[in-house]
Structure formats: structure tokens, C-alpha cells
Nanobody, 122 residues
């Protein structure tokens, strides 16, 4: 089993910054391989959407709405993902979820964190 623990959410005024962190852990870590990791978000009344992703070769992708403002990165071990959010806007308000696509033995799994609230006030 892969556990994802998010941190860094909070309340910030428009134009401010937050840095989200997500650390992956596993009961049997030596048989778990993280293929890629990502951040999703879900605002009230909206579908969950992909915000940013990073693959094992460090290829990144960003939603158009956050390009130029957000930066996704991972650690050297590829078991943690970070989201630096700058120039935050009220429309960025959402619950942000860490995601990992992981291989455990011969199985692949979609793993989700519990979510962390980001609230941007005007």
C-alpha cells in the first residue's frame, strides 16, 4: 500500500504564495515504484481537474490556468512531489489532492492523498 501525505495548504490573500508538499510512503517500500505524481484540485461544484504532473523522467505538465504561476517538482528519490504556487488567485481555491501512479510488484495503482485545502481570499 502506498500512502500519500499532503501538507502546506492554508489561507492566503490573492497574490500570495503557498507551497504544497506530498510524501509517498509504503509498507514495503522496496517493491514500490512511483511512475509519476501529480496534483489535482477540486473546487466546490466543479469536477476534479489536473493541475500539474511530473513523470519519472521529470517531464512536467501544467493546466493552462496555472501556467507561469505554479511549479511542480519532485525529489531525487521520486517519492515526493511539491507544488509551488505563486500569484494565487481566488479561483485557485480548492481542495488539492496529491496523486501517484505506482507499481507494486506486478500491479499498478492510482493512489490519492486525503487532500489539503487551499483558500485564496480577494
Amino acid at each position: 500500500q502506498v500512502q500519500l501525505a499532503e501538507s502546506g495548504g492554508g489561507l492566503v490573500q490573492a497574490g500570495g504564495s503557498l507551497r504544497l508538499s506530498c510524501a509517498a510512503s509504503a509498507t514495503i517500500s522496496n517493491i514500490v515504484v512511483i511512475i509519476d505524481m501529480a496534483w489535482y484540485r477540486q473546487a466546490p461544484g466543479k469536477q476534479r481537474e489536473l493541475v500539474a504532473s511530473i513523470t519519472s523522467d521529470s517531464t512536467t505538465h501544467y493546466a493552462d490556468s496555472v501556467k507561469g504561476r505554479f511549479t511542480v517538482s519532485s525529489n531525487n528519490a521520486k517519492n515526493a512531489v511539491f507544488l509551488q504556487m505563486n500569484s494565487l488567485k481566488p479561483e485557485d481555491t480548492a481542495v488539492y489532492y496529491c496523486y501517484a501512479h505506482a507499481r507494486i510488484l506486478f500491479e499498478t495503482r492510482d493512489c490519492w492523498g486525503q487532500g489539503t485545502q487551499v483558500t485564496v481570499s480577494s
